[in-house]
């Protein structure tokens, strides 16, 4: 609906392809295990490590905490890819 004259276009923020790549082999996951956890094919997994499409902001969100869960990775370190609601409690 970006095209009312009061409304801006929203772009959901996409993480670099580059860092895609580098978080999921720091938790030691192949792309067909990372893409099951997010609900993706590996093939779509591959096309955003290459930047061929963008990843989806809520694949990434949902890849990240996943792994805080987990204990993998720090929520702090994170926060500028996290909604706060989703840090609280």
């Given at each position: 609906m970006a095209n009312h004259p009061n409304r801006k276009a929203r772009v959901a923020e996409s993480p670099?392809?580059?860092?895609?790549?580098?978080?999921?082999s720091g938790v030691l996951q192949t792309q067909?295990?990372?893409?099951a956890e997010v609900y993706a094919t590996a093939r779509?997994?591959?096309?955003?490590?290459?930047?061929?499409?963008?990843?989806?902001?809520?694949?990434?969100?949902?890849f990240l905490l996943a792994h805080c869960a987990a204990g993998h990775l720090?929520?702090?370190?994170?926060?500028?890819?996290?909604?706060?609601?989703?840090?609280a409690g």
């Open positions: 670099p392809p580059e860092l895609i790549a580098d978080t999921r067909a295990e990372a893409a779509t997994w591959q096309d955003w490590e290459a930047g061929r499409r963008r990843m989806p902001r809520a694949a990434w969100e949902l720090r929520a702090q370190d994170w926060r500028e890819w996290i909604r706060p609601a989703l840090l």
